[in-house]
């Protein structure tokens, strides 16, 4: 089983940007679709943006997000990034990064079920 570490959040103004991380260790990411996640307070845990295996490449983007953020992977680096750009004070949250065998879409909408347990994440705080 993968272990996930999300990284890169923090304290930006609208309309800034940032790039959150999510590093893997003991296997390989690049066969596993892989999904960022926000829990906003006191809401529920929604799919933000995924990516299909390596192999595959299609991306999944919630329709609140798209068009300012954008995921990729680095498979030198076993890590999937999100670049979030024209943040807004609704995109506070805490960020939580997930993998599974299954497709970007599928993952998102957690249709097929994340492969490990969820972990910290990255709070994300939009405000001025």
């Known amino acids: 089983q993968l272990q996930l570490v999300e990284s890169g959040g923090g304290l930006v103004q609208p309309g800034g940007s940032l790039r959150l991380s999510c590093i893997a260790s003991?296997?390989?990411?690049?066969?596993?679709?892989v999904g960022w996640f926000r829990q906003p307070p006191g809401k529920e845990r929604d799919g933000v943006s995924c990516?299909?295996?390596?192999?595959?490449?299609?991306?999944y983007y919630a329709n609140s997000v798209k068009g300012r953020f954008s995921i990729s992977r680095d498979n030198a680096k076993n890590t999937v990034y999100l670049q979030m750009n024209s943040l807004k004070p609704e995109d506070t949250a805490v960020y939580y990064c997930a993998y599974a065998p299954t497709t970007a879409q599928n993952l998102c909408l957690l249709t097929f079920p994340p492969s490990h347990s969820w972990g910290r994440g990255t709070q994300v705080t939009v405000s001025s």
């Open positions: 003991g296997g390989t990411l690049q066969y596993y679709a």
């Open positions: 990516i299909s295996s390596s192999s595959d490449g299609t991306t």
